[in-house]
Nanobody, 117 residues
Framework: VQLQESGPGLVNPSQTLSLTCTVS??????????WNWIRQNQGKRLEWIGA???????LANPSLKSRTSMSRDTAKNQFTLQLSSVTPEDTAVYYC??????????WGQGTQVTVSS
């Protein structure tokens, strides 16, 4: 399975960050799979943002839940992340990641998102 993130690299403060992950080599509806968003800031700390399950349900990190919205498009085999009211502290490399019985199994290459005016 291959994953590829896409979206703007620069977002203005207070705006909404929107990212899409395109999955190939496997279906996002395959039972047992979870489709995650994880970010890594400049201090190299990894932070789990949330996930969309194979059946369409979603779960978000409580610390980000109020600003997070996730969805999927099964026809395009994509899942998306929206993070609202961003600040410079949201600047990070954002990864989409497949979760299976083996754990965090396949990672996208990551996309740098910078929050700045």
């Amino acid at each position: 399975v291959q994953l590829q993130e896409s979206g703007p690299g620069l977002v203005n403060p207070s705006q909404t960050l929107s990212l899409t992950c395109t999955v190939s080599g496997g279906s996002i509806t395959t039972p047992g799979n979870g489709w995650n968003w994880i970010r890594q800031n400049q201090g190299k700390r990894l932070e789990w943002i949330g996930a969309v399950g194979y059946s369409g349900g979603s779960l978000a990190n409580p610390s980000l839940k109020s600003r997070t919205s996730m969805s999927r498009d099964t026809a395009k085999n994509q899942f998306t992340l929206q993070l609202s009211s961003v600040t410079p502290e949201d600047t990070a490399v954002y990864y989409c990641v497949q979760f299976t019985n083996n754990g965090f199994d396949s990672w996208g290459q990551g996309t740098q998102v910078t929050v700045s005016s």
